[in-house]
DNA sequence: CATCGTTGATACAACGTTGTAAAGAGGTCG
DNA sequence: CGACCTCTTTACAACGTTGTATCAACGATG
């Protein structure tokens, strides 16, 4: 029913070995039976079994991603990217969803193996340092994101610092004087490092920060955004700005903020994080932090890449790629 | 360095196909047997080699999932759904983008071989009749959405005409009299329908069907919608509702509308289709069209399954899943 | 002419797994 | 006690592919 070398090769009259010696380009062919093999292997409509080729070679050519959700847009928009970028290495992307759960990561990481994938690229968000211990198996792995946690890992991230800076400057240099930040989480360590360069900005203004302007954010879905924002504006002295962390928590704030009659971005400008597509088109447009997610794909799959080429594994490394700030009517002037 | 089965075998002092029993669960082997694979087992770490396995089995362990592209909220959300679903049947999925591009979809509906995927679900935009020929040879497909072309695939969809009929039998119940429609497209099967739902419902009101108001769209992008919009207010007398085919093309008119100065849904009524997560968040937030994506992830699996356990073929399945209007302020009273 | 290198083809083993068959140990039953 | 079960284990082959070793034919070289 589906044709293998051994049948091609019947139909040729000549051995598997050779078969399989044109259909991956060994030189040293006889025109003729090259001319008898083409020809056997266009009659049988022959593929190889890329199992079975994977198997003999001992790869797997598949690339694990393990991310929160794929109808997070900001993972799909990443997934689509690192998709692309694996075909040019002829690999195949498996995907596996962890809810940004540390059970479920801890649970992925585990099963991941050293036959399922060549190399897996992981975007944890509750996985502490020592669910690495010796879970990978000797896969390579690539983090995104920033790590709290100091583990030895390869790293593809933006400066969310300085992003986070970029950003609040924004706000800062645009008069704004109450600035408040959505998505303060203990168990996030972009978190931590978005809410350093937000401070960092503030001081630099010479703005106040109180306390109750740094909103913590459970889940960085567009409800909690909404939740956060309806508490700001709850306050006796509401922000004139926010700072959200991802672009998700904004969508929710300016939902929360017309609804409660506060005009974007007159009454408040807001400012997210991904330049997700919808932040083009919301009502306002948002302004965002705009990571180069394309470099982010590439340069992960690339150092795994490097890992499996090198047979001495060499210093983790930690590579930032580009980003900008996308002013967008959010914070118009 | 990864232990293999004669690993654990030579370990435990036993034969390579009795720890093979133990992994698998087989019935008869002694407790003291048991015992000292299951330790040598933990000892190693033995993770089963699933390429192996499955050559072994004759399967893949894979289902390939073609779609135009991750970004699509839709898509991402309904990838996310998918790989939920194959979960349960311990499949992998490998999804495959194909920007919606006929040139594409052929290239992947014929990269998909026997060997790659035990299964596939696709969800073409641009394939047409003759593409199918014999280019899944043999694995069993699902096709998602609307088929115009007739082919003897399994189906899985919610009904589009009944659909569009809902939504647009919702802004004529509104008091709407002028209703234009944005996405007609030649080359998309499910165009046609929700086209000709959008017909009979303005038939029944006893409604105009101008031309200029139905209004063809490419590529279903937020881009594609404002641009749709911004041709239909700039005509003599724009429409007071709009039926987007989906839920970006909704949120692009909006913004087109905005844009122009014209309120929703005061003097435009919106309604879109897909019930993407934007939608409840957009301002104002959309009425649309809610397949149940649960249950087309979930059917699609089955329809797999159940073709590949039934030895004999039976005929294609069309299976309709449920779908409802989910009302919100751009249809507002 | 013996030797050597190049070209071309093949048999065999192996990747890690599991189905099949076969065989040994032990017990039951007529 | 021999025939016939049940339980338990194992050797072997096979899935489809490719690396290694081998071999044969041929022409060139000394």
């Known amino acids: 029913m589906v044709a293998t070398l051994k049948d091609v090769a019947t139909l040729a009259g000549v051995s598997v070995k050779t078969v399989s010696n044109v259909v991956n380009g060994y030189a040293f062919v006889k025109p003729e039976n090259r001319r008898r093999v083409e020809q056997a292997l266009a009659e049988t409509g022959y593929r190889p079994n890329v199992g079975a080729r994977n198997l003999r070679r001992g790869r797997t050519g598949f690339i694990a991603l393990m991310v929160p959700e794929l109808s997070i847009p900001y993972f799909g928009e990443l997934a689509g990217l690192v998709i692309t970028a694996a075909q040019g290495q002829d690999w195949s992307v498996l995907i596996e969803q962890t809810q940004g759960t540390r059970e479920r990561e801890r649970a992925s990481l585990e099963s991941l193996g050293p036959h399922m ?198 210093e983790p490394q930690d590579v930032q790629t580009p980003f900008s700030l996308q002013i967008r009517e959010s914070t118009g002037n």
């Open 117 to 314: 994938a060549d190399g897996a690229i992981v975007s944890p968000e509750a996985l502490e340092a020592e669910d690495f211990g010796d879970m990978a198996h000797g896969v390579p792995l690539v983090m995104l994101g920033e790590h709290a946690v100091d583990v030895p890992i390869d790293h593809v991230a933006i400066d969310n610092v300085l992003a986070a800076e970029l950003a609040v400057r924004h706000l800062t240099s645009l008069g704004r004087k109450r600035i408040a930040a959505i998505g303060q989480n203990p168990h996030r360590g972009t978190a931590a490092l978005r809410l350093a360069g937000y401070r960092t900005a503030l001081a630099e203004a010479g703005l106040p920060q109180p306390p109750e302007f740094v909103v913590p954010a459970l889940n960085y879905h567009r409800r909690d955004g909404a939740e956060a924002m309806a508490y700001l504006l709850s306050l006796p002295e509401p922000p004139d700005a926010v700072f959200c962390f991802n672009d998700l928590l904004a969508i929710g704030a300016m939902r929360a903020a017309a609804e409660r009659g506060f005009r974007v971005p007159a009454d408040i400008a807001i400012v997210g994080f991904d330049n997700t597509e919808e932040s083009a088109y919301s009502l306002p447009s948002l302004t965002t932090i705009a990571p180069d997610k394309t470099a982010i794909a590439q340069t992960a799959i690339d150092l795994i890449r490097r890992r499996i080429d090198s047979t001495e594994d060499f």
